[in-house]
């Protein structure tokens, strides 16, 4: 019970100790570990989204039986399609991207570390093989579906009333899902974790299962382990895009087919053709939408799909497509900031065959140039355009901060169709600059070309700017998330009004050509006839169809139905739809449906991780220019970022704990640690300016002086894994400059005390009070070597009851002064062999008297802790502790473990205090119980030798004093009040139980008495002179001439008996003072 009691006595301790500098973490340190809870994140995050509760059937009804089945099955298998992209992309990208991550590349792992990852992360391997196989078999499902409708002839409903194919939205998705392969096998070339743990997984399973017995295992559940094993190396074996086109794909007997489907080929080069083309009319311009650089990874994986059915080279006019992407847009970036090179992707997944192809041939031979020179593109797009984004951000974010939800009765349409404006705005810088910074950051990198100053700077401002429009759509999501709905119906409202008069025109139409033939509108919209007669009721059954889709709530289900319903109707040809702008109108409700899944992708910056040298370097860029210093919380949420990528990766504790000291590190050392220098240089500079002579003075308030008081206003900066408050640990760190010795100089006292002061004054530091007396001895004073060897210490310590002095005063022990203390000693009648034994009880005095002056000082520093420990114990009248005071609060076990320790070290003070307030007591009883065991007979008279100890100390005090009036000292022979001495008399005297003897000597009382008669003869003949010279001239003339004259030795004599009253009276106030300290 004992030994646990020390234990929490030492973890109390610990945790107050390390609480002056994380008094905000202290709390959460207690209750979890500090990776737990974060800091950053808010407690409550609102996410919406319309969300669509209805079937196909539902969605796509209709009295057209053949066009509702026609939307159905292509939609349905495009709806797996997407809702496979997401799930990869929230689930498989970044935690395959840091499978088997380390903190350092070069960690050494032990035996056993890569089987035990893999076998953690068999789940997120299981769902990648599910993911690849359920995509695989819905991509090869809308492959049959497309090469059907590419190959059934003019007379099946509903193809026989289209003129021309175009399902644009269809080959999209085709293409979505196909560059969910590409995507993982440029994560399997890029961690090559993922291989060799699999293959040591395997080999230790396979040695599992031989030894089957010893392991203690179930044959029936290795076996299930051994075919996942097997499905996951077959999986990984040849690629997961390749895979689909190899002789044993899954589709191969599709592929046949689609071989000699010329159609179907001319139409997926034609999507891609028409797709890019419109693609790289936006990019890198203000047109660009958020989506529009992941499609072109979605266009080239429809192209490589092309190429490897067809096994020929493609038109030119797709190699000069093709040249043009690659130096628009060579690089495209995935989740987790996962860099993907078309050039590369192309010549790794096209076949052997066509390794020649002409595009790539060329762009191999210029690649470094074709990066090279993007990255100046890019530079160039950054010089021109960064004034232009801050202007538009600025007023965006004045906007809109200001815009005020107004109440149901006056909501308007202008007022909603400005929050569409202000969404899509934020959207679209979002993604700017994202793209800018990520782009640059990356490409430099690769390239190994440094920044310049002037680039870091407005990097950094990107990312500053990145995080505060995250901030501004948090803090206004609650109005949004009201007004989304109103938005939604806007978009809708504006593209009915394309389609509403194309209702009318063909019921019209309808009901003219009905009257015509001489049918009714129902006959006409179930049995078919002509061909015009058939245009005419698809195209008003897909116009009912597109009008239901728009009346819900906006959800991306009705978004990617309606877009497929729109392809149809274009393919049909029969209606003149602005189709371009129906699209632009479709991206605009895309965008404010999912603002809040595009903002976060958007403002998250977790692909600095990547690039965690650039910390430092914007640490330091932020504490150069104060102006900026706000930039910091958001510099540290951006680099924070990093964490949640690796929490989200299942990395192990080690990595995580290792990127926090990164940062922790980061802005200790470049924004703390100059702070706090700067400062403490700051205040040095204004105090010693006023006290060193020669030193210009330095006005406080005079312009040009660096004004630091700006970083000490910064709220606590907050991580996700503690709070750190700056001026918080300036304080702490001035406190630990200006009193970090137990002892110092009186000069540096005064010093540090007017520098404490003008740190509260022009800083606002509440600095600790200074607890140190006024003087000080050395500032080597360590009181573990005075422990070790206390001879050694009392030998050249000089103690003074009232004041310490400065180290000097070491010098002027009697020991170091011989000669004169041997010169006063003989002036004493007691023979050679006297001076001796004097001299030696001199000496064994002052040691025992410096011996109980040091025990005195530590004993008040004692008293001083315990009476400040026990400013937190409780009042007289309340009778709860700390315990039960947090059991009634409800706190946490832990904290309530805390409060019983503090119990129990209250209560330890407190016994102890009474031994605190007594501190010499022990000593002397101890001392007297030994000397009474003792014989020591020799010492029954010692107080009739303290008189010649005192005459020969006043002798030599008025001595050392004549020779400083004189000014023949010699260095270091200056004047020593010997208090220890005196200590130590009264001490020996209370061991002795001699004080009464003393005092009936009356040696003070008659030395003082023979002094002051011996002081006032002289002094009355003075006077008697002076009433002398009041006499008449003559008569005062002859009596002066008649009397003895005074020497000028009387006088000194007089002044010399003064000296030794003054000497003897203070030291018997002295031994009083002793005396009263050693009976407390």
């Not at 099955?73 to 709806?79: A, F, Y």
């Not at 000699?260 to 999507?271: E, H, T």
């Not at 009193?739 to 540090?752: E, I, K, L, Q, W």
């Amino acid at each position: 019970m004992a030994s646990l009691l020390m234990e929490q006595q030492e973890k109390l301790r610990r945790v107050v100790d390390d609480g002056r500098f994380r008094a905000q973490g202290l709390l959460s340190d207690l209750h979890a570990s500090p990776s737990s809870s974060s800091s950053a994140a808010d407690p409550v995050r609102v996410h919406v989204e319309p969300v669509e509760r209805s079937d196909l059937p539902a969605l796509l009804g209709s009295d057209n039986v053949a066009v509702s089945k026609f939307l159905t099955v292509l939609s349905h298998d495009c709806l797996q399609i997407s809702r496979l992209s997401q799930f990869a992309s929230r689930n498989l990208y970044r935690q395959l991207l840091l499978f088997g991550h380390r903190s350092s590349p070069h960690e050494v792992l032990l035996e056993g570390e890569p089987q035990k990852a893999f076998g953690q992360s068999l789940s997120l391997f299981i769902e990648l093989y599910e993911t690849v196989s359920e995509t695989t078999v819905v991509l090869g499902n809308l492959l049959q579906q497309l090469n059907a409708i590419y190959s059934l002839h003019d007379n099946v409903r509903p193809l026989n009333s289209f003129k021309s194919f175009n399902f644009r939205t269809v080959f999209e998705s085709f293409g979505d899902g196909l560059a969910i392969f590409l995507v993982l096998d440029e994560i399997v070339k890029e961690n090559n974790n993922i291989k060799s743990y699999l293959a040591l997984y395997a080999r230790m399973l396979n040695k599992v299962k031989t030894e089957a017995n010893n392991f203690v295992m179930i044959i029936e559940d290795l076996d299930l382990l051994d075919q996942v094993v097997g499905n996951l190396e077959k999986l990984f074996e040849f690629g997961f895009f390749k895979r689909l086109t190899q002789m044993e794909s899954p589709w191969q007997a599709s592929l046949n087919l689609v071989r000699c489907n010329k159609k179907f080929l001319d139409a997926c080069c034609s999507c891609f053709h028409d797709s890019l083309s419109e693609l790289l009319l936006r990019i890198d311009s203000w047109k660009e939408l958020p989506f529009d650089r992941r499609k072109i990874l979605h266009n080239v994986a429809l192209l490589l799909f092309s190429v490897h059915v067809s096994a020929e080279a493609l038109d030119k006019k797709y190699g000069k497509l093709i040249m043009v992407v690659f130096q628009s847009v060579p690089v495209v970036y995935v989740e987790g900031g996962k860099r993907i090179i078309l050039f590369d992707v192309l010549k790794s997944q096209c076949p052997q065959a066509l390794s020649s192809w002409s595009p790539l041939r060329e762009a191999s031979k210029d690649l470094v140039l074709m990066k090279r020179n993007y990255l100046k593109r890019l530079s160039e797009m950054h010089s021109r355009d960064w004034q232009a984004i801050k202007d538009a951000l600025s007023c965006w974010a004045v906007s809109f901060q200001s815009i005020v939800h107004p109440s149901s009765e006056i909501l308007s349409e202008e007022w909603v169709r400005l929050l569409m404006k202000q969404i899509m705005q934020g959207a679209v810088l979002a993604d700017r600059l994202h793209m800018l910074v990520l782009s640059m950051l990356d490409l430099h990198a690769l390239l190994e070309i440094p920044l310049r100053k002037e680039k870091v700077k407005s990097l950094c401002h990107m990312i500053v700017s990145l995080k505060i429009i995250g901030d501004i759509f948090e803090m206004k999501g609650p109005g949004i998330i009201r007004s989304l709905p109103h938005v939604i119906n806007i978009i809708q409202a504006d593209i009915e009004q394309f389609i509403l008069p194309f209702k009318s025109k063909l019921q019209y139409e309808i009901a003219k050509w009905s009257q015509a033939t001489k049918m009714g509108f129902l006959s006409s919209l179930t049995r078919g006839g002509k061909e015009m007669d058939t245009k005419l009721t698809d195209s008003l059954s897909l116009v009912l169809v597109s009008l239901q889709l728009l009346e819900a709530g906006g959800s991306y289900k009705r978004q990617l139905l309606f877009s497929i319903t729109m392809d149809v109707l274009q393919s049909i040809g029969h209606l003149d739809i602005d189709f371009s702008r129906i699209q632009k109108s479709m991206s605009k409700l895309r965008i404010v449906t999912d603002f809040q899944t595009i903002i976060e992708e958007k403002t998250n910056c977790s692909f600095l991780y990547w690039r965690k040298e650039m910390l430092g370097t914007w640490l330091s860029t932020i504490y150069v220019d104060a102006r900026n210093f706000s930039w910091l919380q958001y510099i540290l949420d951006a680099f924070s970022d990093g964490l949640s990528l690796l929490k989200l990766s299942h990395v192990g504790k080690l990595t995580l704990q290792s990127y926090e000291k990164e940062i922790e590190n980061a802005l200790i050392c470049e924004i703390i640690a100059p702070l706090c220098k700067d400062i403490e240089t700051d205040l040095r500079l204004h105090v010693h300016s006023t006290r060193l002579r020669g030193s210009v003075f330095v006005n406080p308030t005079r312009t040009g002086v660096r004004n630091l008081s700006w970083y000490l206003m910064v709220n606590p900066l907050r991580l996700p894994f503690k709070l750190i408050d700056v001026k918080l640990l300036v304080e702490s760190y001035l406190n630990s400059a200006f009193y970090s010795h137990s002892v110092m100089s009186a000069y540096d006292g005064r010093v540090y005390a007017e520098m404490r002061q003008l740190g509260e004054l022009k800083y606002g530091l509440e600095l600790d009070d200074c607890y140190l007396s006024g003087y000080f001895g050395d500032q080597n004073f360590d009181i573990s070597k005075v422990v070790e060897n206390p001879n050694t210490f009392v030998d050249g310590y000089s103690y003074n009851m009232f004041n310490q002095r400065n180290s000097a005063a070491l010098n002027a022990h009697p020991s170091l002064q011989q000669q004169e203390l041997k010169f006063s000693l003989g002036k004493l009648a007691i023979g050679n062999h006297g001076v001796t034994l004097l001299e030696q009880i001199h000496f064994v005095i002052t040691r025992i008297g410096n011996a109980l002056g040091l025990v005195r000082t530590l004993l008040v520093g004692c008293s001083r802790y315990c009476c400040n420990s026990l400013w937190y114990t409780k009042g007289s009248t309340s009778d709860l502790n700390f315990s039960e005071t947090c059991k009634i609060l409800g706190l946490s076990d832990e904290t309530v473990m805390v409060g019983r320790m503090l119990d129990t070290c209250i209560t330890n003070n407190k016994c102890r205090l009474d031994d605190t307030i007594k501190p010499f007591s022990s000593l002397i009883a101890i001392f007297s119980e030994k000397l009474q065991l003792s014989e020591l007979r020799e010492l029954k008279d010692f107080f009739l030798i303290i008189p010649s100890l005192i005459a020969n100390l006043v002798d030599c005090r008025v001595l050392r004093k004549d020779k400083l009036v004189r000014g023949d000292h010699e260095p270091g022979s200056i004047v020593s009040i010997n208090d220890g001495l005196i200590m130590g008399t009264a001490f020996v005297l209370k061991v002795l139980g001699q004080e009464e003897s003393f005092d009936k000597l009356n040696w003070f009382s008659s030395a003082k008495k023979k002094l002051r008669e011996e002081i006032t003869l002289p002094e009355e003949s003075c006077e008697s002179q002076e009433e002398k010279k009041g006499w008449s001239n003559l008569a005062g003339l002859t009596r002066w001439l008649q009397a003895p004259p005074i020497t000028t030795e009387a006088h000194k004599g007089v002044d010399k008996r003064k000296r030794y009253r003054d000497e003897i009276e203070l030291i018997e106030c002295s031994l009083k003072f002793a005396r009263t300290l050693l009976s407390s």
